[in-house]
């Protein structure tokens, strides 16, 4: 988890309510992505990312690697939200594994 | 999006069994990998598999695991025999390349082995 560190740890949201998440590397990356692990424990990929911005939907995700972060925008959170947001990323010059944070255990509530 | 599918998704098994667990990943893949992540806690790469050969394994790729994928069949992780430790969820991945434009990895659901 150091060199992948997420922020914060654990969150709680109001259905309807915006927030955002963060991954800050002490790794030279060159692309990160996020996962939603839902607590029945699927994985579910939601960005590939380059240097840039993507947006998908309530997400959006943005990856600067000059200042070495990522985050996640989710907006009007919905209870399906609900889960734990990783962030992963592999270490320049070795892409073969991806190097994961300890992820933000997100409770969405009615 | 592409889908990576794995067999069984629960597996029971005695101590010092063998057990192999499955995984078909996404057609025009190039790259496989399996990942270990016990309950709650973080993720951890394995192994990488390329072009019938282990590319690279972390210390946590025992003796006891192997990795194989025949004939462009399942690609699949055996551990022989199992202990404890080994209780885990395995989660399989696949990826076209390792490049910028073509290293995104693609999971499965995931393996869950109970040692007992």
């Known amino acids: 988890g150091d060199q992948v560190k997420q922020s914060p740890s654990a969150l709680s949201l109001q259905e309807g309510t915006n927030s955002a998440l963060r991954c800050n590397f002490s790794?030279?990356?060159?692309?990160v992505q996020w996962f939603l692990q839902n607590p029945r424990g699927s994985l579910m990929n939601l960005f590939y990312l380059v240097p840039g911005t993507k947006e998908n939907g309530r997400l959006k995700s943005t990856f600067n690697s000059k200042e070495s972060y990522s985050t996640l925008h989710i907006r009007d959170a919905q209870l399906e939200d609900s889960g734990t947001y990783f962030c992963?990323?592999?270490?320049?010059?070795?892409?073969?594994?991806?190097?994961w944070g300890l992820g933000t255990s997100l409770v969405v509530n009615p | 999006g592409p889908k990576v599918l794995q067999i069984p998704s629960h597996q029971i098994i005695d101590m010092g069994q063998m057990v192999t667990l499955n995984c078909d990943p996404v057609?025009?893949?190039?790259?496989f990998y399996w990942y270990k992540q016990i309950l709650g806690q973080q993720m951890e790469f394995l192994v990488n598999f390329y072009n019938g050969k282990v590319m690279e394994k972390s210390k946590l790729f025992k003796d006891q695991f192997s990795v194989e994928r025949p004939d462009g069949s399942y690609f699949t992780l055996k551990i022989q025999p199992t202990a404890l430790e080994d209780s885990a969820v395995y989660f399989c991945a696949s990826s076209q390349g390792q490049g910028a434009n073509t290293g995104q990895l693609y999971f499965g659901e995931g393996s869950k082995l109970t040692v007992l």
């Open positions: 057609s025009n893949h190039l790259y």
């Open positions: 790794i030279a990356t060159t692309t």
């Open positions: 992963a990323a592999p270490n320049v010059g070795d892409n073969s594994k991806l190097i």
